[in-house]
Each structure stands twice: as C-alpha cells, then as structure tokens.
C-alpha cells in the first residue's frame, strides 16, 4: 500500500499565508501592508480573499508579535478619491 498517494494536497489558508509571509520578521520589526500584500499574492495567486480583508488578518497577526505596521498599501489615486 502506498500511503503517498492517498494523501491529497491542502491548499494553505488564509492564515497560513500570512503566518509564512510575517514569519520573515521579528518581534519589533515594522512592516508594509504593501510589501506584505504583494508576498502573500505571490505565494498563492489564487487567493481570493480581499485586500482589506488580508489586511485585517496581517495587523491582527503582526500586532500580536508586537510588530509595527505601516498602512502604505494604498495608491495615492486611491487615497485621494476616499477623502472627496
């Protein structure tokens, strides 16, 4: 019997890639939304969750490893259009 092939691929969760992507850092680093958004899109494409909701879970997380976070993550256009 081959166990191997009766094991099936999980894709990682959302928290998974967020964990992977934090784990790059230490406890009072500050971080980029932006840098981490792009990290975790780039480990799984087919993430579908929302960047705000990415976001969520990045400060929750980094927060709890007493980790900075610097909310750069939006465009100038972006911002602009939020405060007419």
Do not use: W, Y
């Not at 480990?43 to 007493?66: R, W």
């Not at 909310?71 to 939020?82: G, I, L, N, V």
């Amino acid at each position: 019997m081959n166990v191997a092939s009766e094991v099936s691929v999980i894709d990682p969760t959302v928290q998974d890639l967020v964990s992977s992507a934090l784990s790059k850092f230490r406890a009072g680093d500050t971080i980029s939304t932006r840098a981490m958004l792009d990290a975790i899109r780039r480990s799984d494409p087919a993430c579908e969750d929302s960047d705000d909701h990415l976001i969520e879970l990045i400060v929750m997380a980094a927060v709890g490893k007493t980790m900075g976070v610097v909310f750069d993550h939006r465009s100038p256009d972006e911002r602009m259009s939020q405060l007419s």
